[in-house]
């Protein structure tokens, strides 16, 4: 069982960054594809990044060019680097494992809140 704990969340000015973080205990981690997802209030949830266990990255188009998604095999964590924040990005901010192409493992969610 995978364990995920999620942190860097908080509140920020417009045009701010911040920085989250999610450590993965119990598993493999290199083998898991990781993603971040945001619930906004009153919306669904959304991918906002991801990245295989080859390095390679999906970003949403809302936060492409502005949000990094990286990874360090050898401390089981993935980040969530956010620059040019925007209000509209405020969510509560989740990553994900995937195993065999679904996520299955889901962190407990940091809450981002940027003002204008």
């Known amino acids: 069982q995978v364990q995920l704990v999620t942190s860097g969340g908080g509140l920020v000015q417009a045009g701010g960054s911040l920085r989250l973080s999610c450590a993965a205990s119990?598993?493999?981690?290199?083998?898991?594809?990781m993603g971040w997802f945001r619930r906004a209030p009153g919306k669904e949830r959304d991918v906002v990044a991801a990245?295989?266990?080859?390095?390679?990255?999906y970003y949403s188009d809302s936060v492409k060019g502005r949000f990094t998604i990286s990874r360090d095999n050898a401390k089981n964590t993935v980040f969530l680097q956010m620059n040019s924040l925007k209000p509209e990005d405020t969510a509560v901010y989740v990553c994900?494992?995937?195993?065999?192409?679904?996520?299955?493992?889901w962190g407990q969610g940091t809450q981002v809140t940027v003002s204008s």
């Open positions: 994900a494992a995937s195993e065999s192409g679904s996520y299955r493992f």
């Open positions: 119990g598993g493999t981690f290199g083998s898991y594809s």
């Open positions: 990245i295989d266990r080859s390095g390679s990255t």
